[in-house]
């Protein structure tokens, strides 16, 4: 049997990693073999492209273009493989991201990103994606005093706002993959929420 694919997503400071080690550890104690991996990155030659992405100014095509060829070889070499061994993989970010960032947010049209993501991995998707939804003003509030900005994170309020709303436009399109957690929360409760909500992926 196919393992499970699960992916966080949400905007930068909604409080993804916050969640992301524990739900993992949760697994595992629970007796599943589980991968943990991130985009852009989770292979060699992603990480390499991840730190231009996150780190060098280029145009919007150039930033698309490399976020799905990260995300070919991250398939290839770790994600299709684990999944193919019955292992499960969790994933810090995928393709919702880039609706979210390159279209949403920067302006790359949908039809664009849908044609790469048909190409890319037109045969998978995740079983489950959970959105962590923040005011995009608290997330910033959350950031500034945890790390430095990367590219990305030194954008606009503005930015962010779009961010968000592709999110939730991607979460209303496919409300079966995606649960959307309220990162205004405290931490158990949505502990509680993930907890509940793994039976639910593994019996699907
Ligand atoms: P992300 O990975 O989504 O960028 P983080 O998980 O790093 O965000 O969270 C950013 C900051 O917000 C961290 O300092 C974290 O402790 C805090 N945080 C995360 N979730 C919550 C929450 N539900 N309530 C209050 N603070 C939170
Ligand atoms: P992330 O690993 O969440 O950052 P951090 O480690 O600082 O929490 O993600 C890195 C950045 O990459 C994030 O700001 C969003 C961006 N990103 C895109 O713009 N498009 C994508 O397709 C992906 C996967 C990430």
């Not at 590219?151 to 503005?158: G, M, N, P």
Request: hydrophobic share 40%; with cysteine; glycine share 8%.
């Amino acid at each position: 049997m196919r393992g499970r694919f699960v992916t966080f997503e949400g905007i930068d400071g909604a409080g993804k990693s916050t969640h992301l080690d524990w739900f993992v550890g949760t697994l595992r104690r629970r007796g599943l073999d589980v991968v943990q991996t991130r985009e852009p990155g989770g292979s060699p030659l992603a990480e390499s492209l991840r730190e231009l992405l996150l780190h060098r100014e280029m145009p919007i095509d150039t930033e698309l273009l490399l976020m799905f060829a990260a995300r070919r070889d991250h398939l290839d070499r770790l994600i299709r493989p684990t999944l193919a061994d019955g292992r499960w993989v969790v994933c810090d970010r995928f393709t919702d991201s880039t609706y979210a960032y390159q279209g949403a947010g920067r302006g790359a049209s949908s039809e664009r990103i849908e044609w790469l993501e048909a190409w890319i991995h037109g045969d998978l998707q995740p079983d489950r994606t959970y959105l962590f939804d923040l005011d995009p003003a608290l997330a910033a509030r959350r950031r500034s005093s945890a790390r430095a900005p990367d590219r990305f994170e030194a954008e606009e309020l503005a930015f962010f706002e779009r961010v968000r709303a592709g999110y939730r436009l991607r979460a209303q399109a496919d409300p079966e993959r995606f649960v959307v957690l309220d990162g205004e929360r405290p931490i158990p409760e949505i502990r509680v929420i993930l907890e509940q909500d793994i039976a639910t992926i593994w019996n699907t």
